[in-house]
């Protein structure tokens, strides 16, 4: 059974930082590319960041320079550390995964940054 299962989620004050990790499980062919993306109230889902099996990233303009995706332990499982968290980063974080022609999300974790 094919899983995406994020962890790391929680409440921090502005500045704050947090780390989400994404473990994929069940998939038969190689994952090719994997990344984060959240969906605020009331927004549209959006990419934050996306890391491919060779290692290339690319991120969202309004968190360059403040969050880094990475692989970890293997090319199932991939972190998002986030630093100088701002409140609009506020919103359910999705790991998503890439295989062949297919895409593949997990059920979220929830990121909130308020006072």
């Known amino acids: 059974q094919v899983q995406l299962v994020e962890s790391g989620g929680g409440l921090v004050q502005p500045g704050g930082s947090l780390r989400l990790s994404c473990v994929a499980s069940?998939?038969?062919?190689?994952?090719?590319?994997m990344g984060w993306y959240r969906q605020a109230p009331g927004k549209q889902r959006e990419l934050v960041a996306r890391?491919?099996?060779?290692?290339?990233?690319n991120y969202a303009d309004s968190v360059k320079g403040r969050f880094t995706i990475s692989r970890e332990n293997g090319p199932n499982t991939i972190s998002l550390q986030m630093n100088s968290l701002k409140s609009e980063d506020t919103a359910v974080y999705y790991c998503?995964?890439?295989?062949?022609?297919?895409?593949?999300w997990g059920k979220g974790t929830l990121v909130t940054v308020s006072t």
């Open positions: 069940g998939f038969t062919f190689r994952i090719n590319t």
């Open positions: 890391i491919t099996s060779g290692g290339s990233t």
């Open positions: 998503n995964a890439g295989v062949r022609s297919a895409t593949y």
